[in-house]
């Protein structure tokens, strides 16, 4: 457990930020897809992206993917068409609860033989390579996006392509645009109208140097940190204004909302506080595209005394923990009036609360970083705080850079 503060909130500090735990996730299977033809720079040093390198160099039977969603997600698709090799596909107690099945019931209409150690619709799974040769998939959208990134990374891999039929709502829509933008980088033309998404077979793809950018979700923990701190500016690298990466709304989100400007120059984001801004009584927003920095806006609001109304959040429940109750039992701690429901969280006052709060994690990198932006404001204490090692191993080391007192207890 650690207990973090600060005296003052004169924030000024300049960092560089690990890669984008997506990009990385999926540049690194479509790099084992096309016999590694491609030079990948700024690869993210999370845990998750580790885990997905290790797996893919794995050559025994069973692989562990620990916490990562993606890595299980797109590895499961991965292993369905290694033809001869027969994998057991498992992760943490947590990933034993994340469903998959909406992905392996598509990869099994498409011809794969996938079946269940454990429970119906959870992980581990036995996983048996095989060449698949379906062509058309239809796929409920409403519950993870990763599943059809999951297809889509193999589609070229299928010798009639993938044409995927998306049903109902489609949740997390950036992330599918992006492995949509990453497969054109790369020379694959997918596409995506309407609710269908089209990828070509392809045998062979260009050698190639690819920059993965630095990692959005990540930046919005400076975000926070600037809303809260009047006379702050900290610099980030490297970002660009036209990203790949849905959660790069932060900036218009934070300067609506919370008067925190961004400037781009040569790959440095500076984040700076403007102290004349007027704040909304209630900040409103719907993030069913930017669910991974839900938390972080909570937090922010918390740290303004801010009420909210934060929608588009079903998908919170399923991922690292069921982050809709962790947040309201964390954000209770700071006296904050917390209602959640199925898919949003709304906070409707606040009392007073007692000094330094004690914080738990739930097993959840962004539990802990979403939180130590209120150490501007007053002393926290946060447990297993080594939880950020999932997207941000040095997320510590930086808020050390940045001034922040940090002491192990
Ligand atoms: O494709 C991706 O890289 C991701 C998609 C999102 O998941 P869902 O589609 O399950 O919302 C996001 O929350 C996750 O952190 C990363
Ligand atoms: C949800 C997340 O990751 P994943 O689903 O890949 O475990 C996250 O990083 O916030």
């Not at 797996?55 to 025994?60: G, H, M, V």
């Not at 959208?141 to 297809?151: C, E, H, M, R, W």
Request: hydrophobic share 40%; glycine share 6%; aromatic share 8%.
């Amino acid at each position: 457990m650690i207990q973090i503060s600060r005296s003052n909130t004169n924030i000024k500090g300049d960092l560089q930020i690990t890669g984008s735990k997506s990009e990385s996730n999926r540049l690194l299977l479509l790099n084992q897809l096309f016999n590694h033809v491609l030079k990948l720079e700024n690869i993210s040093n999370s845990e998750d992206s580790q885990l997905m390198q290790k797996a893919l160099s794995n050559p025994t039977d069973t692989i562990d993917i620990h916490h990562a969603g993606t890595a299980m997600r797109f590895l499961t698709a991965y292993y369905s068409i290694q033809e001869g090799r027969i994998i057991t596909l498992t992760g943490s107690d947590r990933m034993r609860q994340r469903p998959i099945g909406v992905l392996v019931d598509a990869l099994r209409n498409l011809g794969a033989d996938i079946s269940y150690i454990e429970n119906e619709g959870y992980p581990p799974l036995k996983i048996v390579g095989k060449k698949i040769s379906n062509s058309v998939i239809t796929i409920p959208a409403n519950v993870s996006s990763q599943y059809i990134t999951a297809l889509m990374l193999i589609g070229t891999q299928l010798e009639n392509g993938l044409t995927i039929t998306l049903e109902g709502k489609i949740i997390s829509i950036p992330y599918i645009q992006m492995s949509i933008q990453l497969l054109s980088r790369i020379g694959v033309n997918a596409e995506m109208i309407s609710q269908e998404i089209k990828v070509p077979y392809t045998p062979k793809i260009e050698k190639k140097t690819l920059q993965v950018e630095s990692d959005w979700s990540s930046a919005s923990y400076y975000y926070s940190l600037v809303a809260l701190s009047p006379a702050s500016q900290i610099s980030i690298s490297t970002y660009y204004k036209d990203s790949l990466q849905g959660d790069s709304a932060l900036e218009n989100i934070y300067k609506d909302n919370f008067g925190v400007t961004s400037f781009f120059e040569n790959g440095k984001l500076t984040l700076k506080n403007n102290p004349e801004f007027i704040h909304k009584d209630t900040i409103t927003l719907d993030l069913n595209y930017t669910p991974d920095i839900a938390q972080t806006i909570a937090a922010t609001c918390v740290g303004l005394g801010l009420k909210c109304h934060l929608t588009g959040l079903e998908t919170l429940k399923i991922k690292e923990t069921d982050r809709l109750q962790a947040l309201q039992n964390e954000l209770t701690k700071f006296g904050a009036i917390v209602v959640i429901t199925n898919d949003s969280l709304t906070i409707k006052g606040y009392n007073i609360f007692e000094e330094t709060p004690v914080l738990a994690t739930y097993n959840d990198h962004r539990m802990a970083m979403c939180m130590a932006p209120l150490a501007v404001k007053f002393p926290i204490q946060i447990e297993n705080e080594m939880v950020v090692e999932k997207s941000y191993p040095t997320f510590w080391q930086n808020w050390q850079q940045l001034g922040f007192d940090i002491k192990h207890l």
